[in-house]
Protein backbone atom coordinates (compact mmCIF):
# COMPACT_ATOMS: atom_id res chain seq x y z
CA UNK A 1 0.00 0.00 0.00
CA UNK A 2 1.15 3.75 -0.54
CA UNK A 3 2.82 4.91 2.70
CA UNK A 4 0.56 8.26 2.69
CA UNK A 5 -2.72 6.11 2.59
CA UNK A 6 -1.13 4.04 5.63
CA UNK A 7 0.42 7.00 7.86
CA UNK A 8 -3.41 8.43 6.95
CA UNK A 9 -4.82 5.31 8.10
CA UNK A 10 -2.83 4.99 11.15
CA UNK A 11 -3.60 8.79 11.96
CA UNK A 12 -7.25 7.38 12.08
CA UNK A 13 -6.95 4.78 13.88
CA UNK A 14 -4.53 6.75 16.85
CA UNK A 15 -7.45 9.19 16.34
CA UNK A 16 -10.19 6.77 17.35
CA UNK A 17 -8.17 5.30 20.33
CA UNK A 18 -7.98 8.98 21.90
CA UNK A 19 -11.19 9.55 21.41
CA UNK A 20 -11.81 6.02 23.22
CA UNK A 21 -9.66 7.21 26.20
CA UNK A 22 -11.21 10.33 26.51
CA UNK A 23 -14.86 9.59 26.19
CA UNK A 24 -14.61 6.45 28.28
CA UNK A 25 -17.23 5.45 30.83
CA UNK A 26 -17.98 3.71 33.86
CA UNK A 27 -21.50 1.02 34.13
CA UNK A 28 -21.81 2.32 37.97
CA UNK A 29 -20.40 5.93 38.38
CA UNK A 30 -21.96 7.28 34.83
CA UNK A 31 -24.82 5.47 33.16
CA UNK A 32 -26.44 3.59 36.18
CA UNK A 33 -25.57 6.10 39.27
CA UNK A 34 -27.97 4.03 41.93
CA UNK A 35 -31.00 5.06 38.97
CA UNK A 36 -34.02 2.51 38.09
CA UNK A 37 -35.90 2.75 35.17
CA UNK A 38 -39.13 5.07 35.67
CA UNK A 39 -42.37 2.86 35.22
CA UNK A 40 -44.03 6.49 35.01
CA UNK A 41 -42.21 7.41 32.05
CA UNK A 42 -41.51 6.41 27.83
CA UNK A 43 -37.93 4.48 27.46
CA UNK A 44 -38.07 4.94 23.75
CA UNK A 45 -38.20 8.41 22.32
CA UNK A 46 -41.49 8.22 19.90
CA UNK A 47 -39.83 8.07 16.36
CA UNK A 48 -37.92 5.59 17.07
CA UNK A 49 -40.09 3.21 18.72
CA UNK A 50 -42.48 4.26 15.94
CA UNK A 51 -45.33 5.40 17.71
CA UNK A 52 -47.77 6.91 15.48
CA UNK A 53 -48.45 3.18 14.44
CA UNK A 54 -49.61 2.68 17.66
CA UNK A 55 -53.00 4.71 16.58
CA UNK A 56 -55.24 2.11 19.23
CA UNK A 57 -53.36 2.64 22.14
CA UNK A 58 -54.41 4.67 25.10
CA UNK A 59 -51.45 7.21 26.64
CA UNK A 60 -51.12 5.03 29.08
CA UNK A 61 -50.63 1.48 26.87
CA UNK A 62 -48.57 3.38 24.64
CA UNK A 63 -46.12 4.24 27.64
CA UNK A 64 -46.13 0.21 28.51
CA UNK A 65 -45.04 -0.64 23.99
CA UNK A 66 -42.60 1.93 24.54
CA UNK A 67 -40.97 0.04 27.79
CA UNK A 68 -41.26 -3.43 26.31
CA UNK A 69 -39.66 -1.95 23.26
CA UNK A 70 -36.72 -0.37 25.59
CA UNK A 71 -36.55 -4.26 27.34
CA UNK A 72 -36.12 -5.24 23.68
CA UNK A 73 -33.52 -2.81 22.67
CA UNK A 74 -31.63 -4.24 26.26
CA UNK A 75 -31.83 -7.75 24.90
CA UNK A 76 -31.04 -6.66 20.99
CA UNK A 77 -27.47 -4.82 21.91
CA UNK A 78 -26.88 -7.36 24.47
CA UNK A 79 -27.12 -10.08 21.72
CA UNK A 80 -25.52 -7.83 18.93
CA UNK A 81 -22.69 -7.36 20.98
CA UNK A 82 -21.64 -10.59 21.46
CA UNK A 83 -21.01 -11.42 17.83
CA UNK A 84 -19.41 -8.08 17.43
CA UNK A 85 -16.82 -8.48 19.85
CA UNK A 86 -16.35 -12.13 18.78
CA UNK A 87 -16.00 -11.21 14.98
CA UNK A 88 -13.31 -8.01 16.64
CA UNK A 89 -11.10 -10.66 18.50
CA UNK A 90 -10.67 -12.60 15.21
CA UNK A 91 -9.77 -9.58 13.30
CA UNK A 92 -7.57 -8.13 15.68
CA UNK A 93 -5.25 -11.22 15.33
CA UNK A 94 -4.82 -10.90 12.10
CA UNK A 95 -3.17 -7.61 12.44
CA UNK A 96 -1.43 -8.66 15.87
CA UNK A 97 2.67 -8.48 14.49
CA UNK A 98 1.43 -5.62 12.10
CA UNK A 99 0.96 -1.74 13.36
CA UNK A 100 0.44 -1.59 16.53
CA UNK A 101 -1.56 1.50 16.69
CA UNK A 102 -4.44 -0.58 14.98
CA UNK A 103 -4.41 -3.91 17.58
CA UNK A 104 -4.61 -0.90 20.32
CA UNK A 105 -7.45 0.33 18.64
CA UNK A 106 -8.93 -2.81 17.87
CA UNK A 107 -8.56 -4.02 21.47
CA UNK A 108 -10.40 -1.30 22.88
CA UNK A 109 -13.01 -1.64 20.68
CA UNK A 110 -13.37 -5.23 21.76
CA UNK A 111 -12.93 -4.56 25.49
CA UNK A 112 -16.06 -1.89 25.00
CA UNK A 113 -17.99 -4.38 23.75
CA UNK A 114 -17.22 -6.41 26.43
CA UNK A 115 -18.48 -3.61 28.69
CA UNK A 116 -21.80 -2.72 26.82
CA UNK A 117 -22.52 -6.27 27.24
CA UNK A 118 -22.73 -6.01 30.58
CA UNK A 119 -24.16 -2.46 30.94
CA UNK A 120 -27.28 -4.66 28.75
CA UNK A 121 -26.96 -7.79 30.94
CA UNK A 122 -27.41 -4.85 34.25
CA UNK A 123 -30.10 -3.19 32.91
CA UNK A 124 -32.42 -5.83 32.11
CA UNK A 125 -31.69 -7.27 35.75
CA UNK A 126 -33.08 -3.35 36.49
CA UNK A 127 -36.08 -3.64 34.26
CA UNK A 128 -37.32 -7.46 35.21
CA UNK A 129 -38.22 -6.85 38.42
CA UNK A 130 -40.28 -3.11 37.37
CA UNK A 131 -42.14 -4.57 34.65
CA UNK A 132 -45.15 -7.40 34.67
CA UNK A 133 -44.26 -10.76 34.35
CA UNK A 134 -44.52 -13.10 31.06
CA UNK A 135 -42.02 -11.01 29.00
CA UNK A 136 -39.08 -13.17 26.97
CA UNK A 137 -36.80 -12.24 24.80
CA UNK A 138 -36.48 -15.30 22.31
CA UNK A 139 -33.26 -15.09 19.97
CA UNK A 140 -30.73 -16.85 21.17
CA UNK A 141 -26.98 -14.39 21.47
CA UNK A 142 -25.03 -17.96 20.87
CA UNK A 143 -26.85 -19.59 18.06
CA UNK A 144 -27.44 -15.74 16.78
CA UNK A 145 -23.59 -15.33 16.99
CA UNK A 146 -22.88 -18.47 15.39
CA UNK A 147 -24.84 -17.79 12.67
CA UNK A 148 -23.05 -14.56 12.12
CA UNK A 149 -19.93 -15.48 12.33
CA UNK A 150 -20.30 -18.59 9.68
CA UNK A 151 -20.70 -15.49 6.86
CA UNK A 152 -18.26 -13.87 4.88
CA UNK A 153 -15.87 -11.34 7.02
CA UNK A 154 -17.08 -8.17 3.97
CA UNK A 155 -20.77 -9.18 5.00
CA UNK A 156 -19.96 -9.70 8.67
CA UNK A 157 -18.44 -6.16 8.73
CA UNK A 158 -21.08 -4.80 6.08
CA UNK A 159 -23.52 -5.43 8.99
CA UNK A 160 -21.16 -4.10 12.36
CA UNK A 161 -20.90 -0.93 10.57
CA UNK A 162 -24.15 -0.52 9.70
CA UNK A 163 -25.02 -0.71 13.17
CA UNK A 164 -22.73 0.92 14.64
CA UNK A 165 -24.10 3.78 12.73
CA UNK A 166 -27.50 3.28 13.82
CA UNK A 167 -26.93 3.82 17.02
CA UNK A 168 -25.83 6.99 16.63
CA UNK A 169 -28.70 8.05 14.76
CA UNK A 170 -30.55 6.42 17.56
CA UNK A 171 -29.02 8.68 19.94
CA UNK A 172 -29.86 11.89 17.27
CA UNK A 173 -33.60 10.31 18.06
CA UNK A 174 -33.27 10.28 21.39
CA UNK A 175 -32.59 13.95 22.59
CA UNK A 176 -36.03 15.51 21.67
CA UNK A 177 -37.54 17.57 24.58
CA UNK A 178 -40.30 15.41 25.53
CA UNK A 179 -40.74 15.61 28.93
CA UNK A 180 -42.27 12.30 29.44
CA UNK A 181 -39.06 10.61 28.39
CA UNK A 182 -36.77 8.94 30.55
CA UNK A 183 -33.72 10.79 31.64
CA UNK A 184 -32.07 7.50 32.21
CA UNK A 185 -32.70 6.47 28.97
CA UNK A 186 -31.64 9.23 27.50
CA UNK A 187 -28.13 8.56 28.80
CA UNK A 188 -28.75 4.99 27.56
CA UNK A 189 -28.62 6.44 24.58
CA UNK A 190 -25.66 8.88 25.03
CA UNK A 191 -23.17 6.90 26.69
CA UNK A 192 -23.67 3.48 24.02
CA UNK A 193 -23.26 6.95 21.26
CA UNK A 194 -19.85 8.22 22.90
CA UNK A 195 -18.04 4.78 22.43
CA UNK A 196 -20.12 3.35 19.28
CA UNK A 197 -18.75 6.79 17.32
CA UNK A 198 -15.15 5.32 17.36
CA UNK A 199 -16.23 1.98 16.05
CA UNK A 200 -17.78 3.40 13.34
CA UNK A 201 -15.39 4.28 12.23
CA UNK A 202 -13.09 1.80 12.85
CA UNK A 203 -15.45 -0.72 11.00
CA UNK A 204 -15.21 1.46 8.16
CA UNK A 205 -11.53 1.01 7.95
CA UNK A 206 -11.55 -2.52 8.38
CA UNK A 207 -14.37 -3.36 5.55
CA UNK A 208 -12.60 -0.98 3.41
CA UNK A 209 -9.25 -3.36 4.10
CA UNK A 210 -11.47 -6.43 3.76
CA UNK A 211 -12.98 -5.12 0.86
CA UNK A 212 -9.65 -4.06 -0.96
CA UNK A 213 -8.34 -8.23 -0.77
CA UNK A 214 -12.05 -9.53 -2.95
CA UNK A 215 -12.16 -10.42 -6.08
CA UNK A 216 -15.10 -9.41 -8.32
CA UNK A 217 -16.31 -13.00 -7.66
CA UNK A 218 -15.42 -13.20 -4.16
CA UNK A 219 -17.84 -9.69 -3.37
CA UNK A 220 -20.82 -10.66 -5.50
CA UNK A 221 -21.02 -14.02 -3.27
CA UNK A 222 -20.42 -11.58 -0.23
CA UNK A 223 -22.68 -9.15 -1.54
CA UNK A 224 -25.33 -12.57 -1.14
CA UNK A 225 -23.74 -13.22 2.54
CA UNK A 226 -25.43 -9.65 3.68
CA UNK A 227 -28.42 -10.14 1.65
CA UNK A 228 -28.90 -13.49 4.06
CA UNK A 229 -27.58 -11.74 6.90
CA UNK A 230 -30.32 -9.21 6.79
CA UNK A 231 -33.02 -11.19 6.09
CA UNK A 232 -31.77 -13.02 9.77
CA UNK A 233 -31.96 -10.50 11.61
CA UNK A 234 -35.38 -9.73 9.86
CA UNK A 235 -36.38 -12.77 10.87
CA UNK A 236 -35.31 -12.48 14.54
CA UNK A 237 -37.34 -9.13 14.68
CA UNK A 238 -40.33 -11.14 13.08
CA UNK A 239 -40.15 -13.58 16.00
CA UNK A 240 -39.78 -10.74 18.54
CA UNK A 241 -42.25 -8.55 17.32
CA UNK A 242 -44.85 -11.71 17.98
CA UNK A 243 -43.93 -12.06 21.74
CA UNK A 244 -43.72 -8.62 22.29
CA UNK A 245 -47.12 -8.25 20.97
CA UNK A 246 -48.55 -11.62 23.14
CA UNK A 247 -47.07 -9.89 26.35
CA UNK A 248 -49.27 -6.78 25.60
CA UNK A 249 -52.04 -8.72 25.37
CA UNK A 250 -51.27 -10.62 27.79
CA UNK A 251 -51.09 -8.11 30.74
CA UNK A 252 -53.42 -5.22 29.28
CA UNK A 253 -57.05 -4.95 31.06
CA UNK A 254 -58.65 -4.74 28.38
CA UNK A 255 -59.75 -7.17 25.43
CA UNK A 256 -58.42 -6.65 21.86
CA UNK A 257 -60.16 -7.68 19.38
CA UNK A 258 -58.94 -9.58 16.35
CA UNK A 259 -57.91 -6.74 13.68
CA UNK A 260 -56.16 -4.86 17.04
CA UNK A 261 -53.99 -7.94 17.44
CA UNK A 262 -52.99 -7.84 14.35
CA UNK A 263 -52.17 -4.44 13.57
CA UNK A 264 -50.30 -4.54 17.09
CA UNK A 265 -47.83 -7.26 15.57
CA UNK A 266 -47.64 -5.40 12.67
CA UNK A 267 -46.64 -2.32 14.50
CA UNK A 268 -43.95 -3.77 16.98
CA UNK A 269 -42.88 -5.29 13.49
CA UNK A 270 -43.01 -1.78 11.90
CA UNK A 271 -41.24 -0.64 14.60
CA UNK A 272 -38.55 -2.87 15.11
CA UNK A 273 -37.30 -2.88 11.55
CA UNK A 274 -37.10 0.94 11.66
CA UNK A 275 -34.78 0.38 14.74
CA UNK A 276 -32.40 -2.32 13.72
CA UNK A 277 -32.58 -2.12 9.75
CA UNK A 278 -34.39 0.69 8.09
CA UNK A 279 -32.39 3.97 10.17
CA UNK A 280 -28.88 1.91 9.35
CA UNK A 281 -29.62 1.13 5.46
CA UNK A 282 -30.67 5.03 4.88
CA UNK A 283 -27.31 6.45 6.89
CA UNK A 284 -25.79 8.27 4.67
CA UNK A 285 -22.42 7.40 5.54
CA UNK A 286 -23.23 3.87 5.08
CA UNK A 287 -24.48 4.31 1.67
CA UNK A 288 -21.35 6.16 0.60
CA UNK A 289 -18.80 3.54 2.08
CA UNK A 290 -21.32 0.61 1.14
CA UNK A 291 -22.24 2.61 -2.78
CA UNK A 292 -18.24 3.14 -3.25
CA UNK A 293 -17.31 -0.86 -2.84
CA UNK A 294 -20.16 -2.24 -4.97
CA UNK A 295 -21.48 -1.85 -8.66
CA UNK A 296 -24.94 -0.27 -9.63
CA UNK A 297 -26.23 -4.35 -10.06
CA UNK A 298 -24.74 -5.02 -6.78
CA UNK A 299 -26.73 -2.34 -5.12
CA UNK A 300 -30.11 -3.03 -7.19
CA UNK A 301 -29.92 -6.77 -5.83
CA UNK A 302 -29.81 -5.17 -1.85
CA UNK A 303 -31.76 -2.85 -2.38
CA UNK A 304 -34.54 -5.33 -3.92
CA UNK A 305 -34.00 -7.44 -1.03
CA UNK A 306 -34.79 -4.72 0.98
CA UNK A 307 -37.95 -3.61 -0.67
CA UNK A 308 -40.34 -6.02 1.75
CA UNK A 309 -38.42 -4.78 4.78
CA UNK A 310 -38.47 -0.98 4.01
CA UNK A 311 -42.40 -1.73 3.32
CA UNK A 312 -42.13 -0.30 -0.62
CA UNK A 313 -42.92 -3.88 -1.92
FE1 LIG B 1 -21.81 -1.34 21.75
FE1 LIG C 1 -19.86 -0.97 18.92
Not at 253 to 279: C, G, M, N, T
Request: aromatic content about 10%.
Amino acid sequence: MDTAIVENSTKRYARAIEASKRVRWDIDKDVIRGRRFEVEQKWMPDGLGRMQGFAFATPAEKRFISQIQGRTYVNMFGMIERYIGAKMLEITRGHVLGDQTVVEALVRFTDEELKHQELFRRLEALIAPDMPKGYRFLPPANDVANAVLAKSTWAVLALTCHIELFTLDHYRQSIDRDPELSTFWKDVFKYHMMEEAQHAVLDEMEWQREDAKLTPAQRDAAVGDLIDLVGAVDGLLQMQAVADADYFTSVVPRKLDKAQAQHLKESFLRAYRWQYIVSGVQNERFLQIIGAMLTPVQMGRITAALAPIMGVS
